[in-house]
């Protein structure tokens, strides 16, 4: 049975920072390492790809988050991470994470909140 659970979201102040976490377990994130991705989905907005990372480590980031956002796997804990700082408001949204390219079981996310 998959499971991807997300943790670490909460309300913070323009300027903050938090760190998201995602345990994944079943299936093929079970088996081997795979590439990871965090999503984001606002209200009333499309699911939107936030950053990525391949199993050697490589990242990628969607332009309105570089510089600010970082991505990072423990492959031994099947875990990954986004480090979230200086957030600004437009990243409140309900944070994913999923294989990239995305596989079809979501999990719940985690809301983040940036709001003064």
């Known amino acids: 049975q998959v499971q991807l659970v997300e943790s670490g979201g909460g309300l913070v102040q323009p300027g903050g920072s938090l760190r998201l976490s995602c345990a994944a377990s079943?299936?093929?994130?079970?088996?081997?390492?795979?590439?990871m991705a965090w999503y984001r989905q606002a209200p009333g907005a499309q699911r939107e790809l936030v950053a990525k990372?391949?199993?050697?480590?490589?990242?990628t980031y969607a332009d309105s988050v570089k510089g600010r956002f970082t991505i990072s796997r423990d492959n031994a804990k099947n875990t990954v991470y986004l480090q979230m700082d200086t957030l600004k408001p437009e990243d409140t949204a309900v944070y994913y994470c999923?294989?990239?390219?995305?596989?079809?079981?979501w999990g719940q996310g985690t809301q983040v909140t940036v709001s003064s």
């Open positions: 999923n294989a990239w390219p995305a596989r079809s079981y």
């Open positions: 079943g299936s093929i994130y079970s088996l081997y390492p795979i590439p």
């Open positions: 990372i391949t199993t050697g480590g490589t990242t």
